[in-house]
Nanobody, 116 residues
Framework: QVQLVESGGGLVQPGGSLRLSCAASGTISSLYRMAWYRQAPEKQRELVASITSGGATNYAESVKGRFTISRDNADAKNQMYLQMNSLQADDTAVYYC????????WGKGTLVTVSS
């Protein structure tokens, strides 16, 4: 089993930055791909960015150049991050941590609100 816990969400003004973290515990060695998804009110959940165990990354077009996904498996930290810069109102959503191992794993989400 794998447990995922997100942190770092909050209220930020347009143009500001936030850094989300996802702490993974459990059978971490089995995780192949991790990702951030988001779901805005009355919209479907969408992929924001993903990263494989080898470090290959993929981004949604809407966040390219503004968001950066990374993983830190050194010293058993088992962390994934999403650095979000130049935030816009359209980035307001609940952000979920996702991991693919023996099955799909999801965190409970962290709310990001971009508003003046």
């Amino acid at each position: 089993q794998v447990q995922l816990v997100e942190s770092g969400g909050g209220l930020v003004q347009p143009g500001g930055s936030l850094r989300l973290s996802c702490a993974a515990s459990g059978t971490i060695s089995s995780l192949y791909r991790m990702a951030w998804y988001r779901q805005a009110p009355e919209k479907q959940r969408e992929l924001v960015a993903s990263i494989t165990s080898g470090g290959a990354t993929n981004y949604a077009e809407s966040v390219k150049g503004r968001f950066t996904i990374s993983r830190d498996n050194a010293d058993a930290k088992n962390q994934m991050y999403l650095q979000m810069n130049s935030l816009q109102a359209d980035d307001t959503a609940v952000y979920y941590c996702y991991a693919l191992g023996a099955m799909n794993y999801w965190g409970k989400g962290t709310l990001v609100t971009v508003s003046s």
